[in-house]
């Protein structure tokens, strides 16, 4: 039986088979480990002490065999006649001690580092010449002298254009699309200033006051460009480093068995990644390295599947560029461009419609964010350009582009419109405003902390969770009564293990409401925080093949199979630094990024307070 402590897990040579271990187990094969050790250390010793007595046999051997070597004992000079002197015997001493270590030292130093050679691990003595190695080509290579220092005066680059670098997305030219067949509109225009006023969730929040202010419409951009621009570029995926990952898991909640969780549900999603780098909700047990097992098949849907994929694996930090699965992210991100259409469409065959364009536009957003890879900005900003398109007048989306819009599907268009705003694509503000007209037709009572899934039907929890989020990332802070309101609603409604049953959708629950609830903070997060892992941990599936996975039993389980609650589950554990915490400063931010540009809205100070407490 094999031990790999990083993943607390006990593999069987002979059946397969693993056993996640417990805290008693991990602590007894540390003390094994620790035994082990000293055990080595021992014998190393004692192989030390045995070279001494062969070290004076050698030198006895020496002294008997050379000529050259001088005898012990001191004979008294015959014509004297008279006793040597002690001052005189000892010099005489002296003497022949010094010639003997001079004719043994080559013989002990050869003995050395023999002894050093035979028990040294091949590891250290390649490490060693290894190093020597690239110090002697290093020293061949080295330039004489430093170029003179260049300076950029100004560089400029179309998001088209990628010279000089092998390519990783096909060109394809924009033709006509189907909105315009449709009559659809595709040019947004503002309202003048005058004609427009500003919906509740801007205003701040007033002690039984009714919210109904209004300010011009260049206020209103100026808020969304506020909440969207406050930090600098990629700056909400700055967590997902690895220097800064490590540290805001351990202030926000994380442990090492969130991280392992993580760990386990990647491998078992890159196990069943399709040849073609898709994933596939329906036959997921085909993929060349699953085994076969079809428990948790879901519905047709294979570009919701290969983007609710790859999501964790972004959240991770994973992606084509670096990582130890970039390779999975790359073959992803290329299949996910080359089904999409010349207008921009992503959503693809089976039951995905505008869901699977929602969740394949903000993988792309957060891919090309994260690397600013200029082959990625073309394909992610058409994605953007359809999702426009398709918003309705009142400011929602459904399946289909121009349909009167539900609240589950806005959610996953708003969070690809804001990721695209991050990443500095093209959105106008006027998208973020009528969505936040949809938003008050949804919510069910007066200050906007409950929410329906079509505007006039009664409130649920997991709606409210997902339209919560949406109104955090539209501007409103976290002090704002319905906010406040909805928070406590949530903690109305914690998860546990019990609850994991047909007659809710469990993990889309928790997906959006652990998001909102990390943005508030305080109680609210050290809640549900507890009551999240404590519901996800043990409901993973630790051993056979399916291990790593998390068993569809919700109310859409039979639609998106186990691979949508997987990518979800993961997502949810990776919240400590999926996104950056949304109200509070970022010191460490401050330590390790600066602005990307000189534009003034890019070069804020990460330590500024909250977006939505900078507005008049």
């Avoid at 540290?247 to 196990?271: F, I, P, S, Y």
């Avoid at 106008?428 to 009572?445: E, G, I, W």
């Amino acid at each position: 039986m094999s031990i790999r402590l990083w993943l607390r897990l006990a593999d069987c040579w002979r059946c397969g088979a693993s056993v996640e271990l417990t805290e008693e187990q991990e602590a007894e094969a540390i003390r094994l480990l620790q035994l082990w050790e000293a055990e080595r250390l021992q014998q190393m010793e004692q192989a030390a002490r045995s070279i001494q007595p062969s070290l004076r046999s050698s030198r006895t051997e020496q002294a008997a065999k050379s000529p050259a070597s001088p005898r012990w004992t001191a004979e008294v000079p015959k014509s004297t006649g008279l006793p040597i002197s002690s001052s005189s015997r000892q010099v005489q001493v002296e003497e022949r001690r010094e010639l003997l270590r001079q004719a043994v030292a080559p013989r002990r130093v050869r003995s050395i580092w023999r002894v050093i050679w035979e028990d040294a691990p091949a590891w250290l003595i390649s490490l060693v010449f290894h190093l020597v190695a690239f110090l002697l080509l290093g020293m061949l290579t080295a330039p004489g002298r430093l170029p003179p220092p260049a300076i950029t005066l100004s560089t400029s680059i179309n998001y088209r254009d990628s010279p000089g670098e092998e390519g990783l997305l096909e060109e394809r030219e924009h033709l006509p699309n189907e909105f315009e067949e449709a009559g659809l509109v595709t040019d947004v225009q503002l309202p003048a200033d005058e004609d427009v006023g500003i919906v509740n969730q801007f205003a701040p929040d007033t002690l039984g006051e009714s919210l109904q202010p209004t300010l011009p419409m260049a206020a209103i951009a100026d808020r969304l460009s506020d909440v969207l621009f406050s930090r600098p570029v990629a700056a909400i995926f700055a967590g997902r480093d690895p220097s800064v990952r490590s540290q805001l898991l351990a202030e926000h909640g994380g442990t090492n068995e969130t991280e392992a969780a993580v760990a386990r549900g990647l491998r078992w999603l890159a196990k069943h990644q399709n040849t073609d780098g898709s994933w596939s909700l329906h036959a997921f047990h085909l993929a060349p390295g699953a085994s076969g097992d079809e428990d948790g098949l879901g519905q047709q849907a294979d570009v919701a599947a290969t983007a609710l994929a790859l999501l964790p694996f972004l959240g991770a930090g994973q992606t084509h560029i670096q990582g130890e699965y970039r390779h999975v992210v790359l073959k992803g991100l290329n299949w996910l461009v080359s089904h999409q259409g010349l207008d921009g469409d992503l959503r693809g065959n089976g039951i995905g419609d505008m869901y699977a364009h929602g969740q394949a536009t903000l993988v792309l957003c957060e891919a090309y964010a994260m690397t600013q890879d200029p082959q990625l900005r073309e394909p992610a900003q058409k994605a953007i350009d359809f999702i426009i398109r398709a918003q309705h007048p009142a400011g929602g989306w459904r399946y289909d582009p121009g349909q009167e819009g539900d609240t589950s599907v806005l959610g996953w268009q708003l969070m690809a419109l804001r990721s695209g705003k991050m990443a500095y694509l093209r959105v106008p503000d006027s998208v973020f405003y009528k969505a936040a007209q949809y938003l008050n037709s949804a919510q069910t009572d007066q200050y906007g902390g409950r929410y329906a899934y079509l505007p006039g039907h009664a409130a649920t929890p997991t709606m409210t969770a997902e339209a919560l989020l949406c109104r955090q990332y539209l501007g409103w802070p976290r002090e704002h009564r319905g906010m406040k309101a909805g928070a406590y609603y949530l903690l109305e409604n914690l998860p546990s293990p019990k609850k994991l049953d047909t007659s809710q959708p469990w993990f889309y629950y928790i997906y959006y409401a652990t998001q909102v609830m990390h943005n508030m903070g305080g109680d609210f997060w050290r809640k549900w925080n507890e009551a999240m892992k404590a519901t996800l941990l043990p409901t993973q599936r630790k051993t056979g093949s399916l291990a790593g996975s998390w068993d569809p039993t919700e109310r859409y389980g039979r639609h998106g199979g186990r691979i949508y609650t997987t990518a979800l589950a993961i997502c949810t554990l990776e919240v400590y630094y999926r996104h950056m915490p949304l109200y509070d400063p970022l010191p460490i931010l401050a330590q390790n990024l600066q602005p990307a540009s000189s534009n003034p809205k890019q070069a804020a100070s990460p330590n500024q307070s909250s977006p939505a407490h900078n507005t008049p």
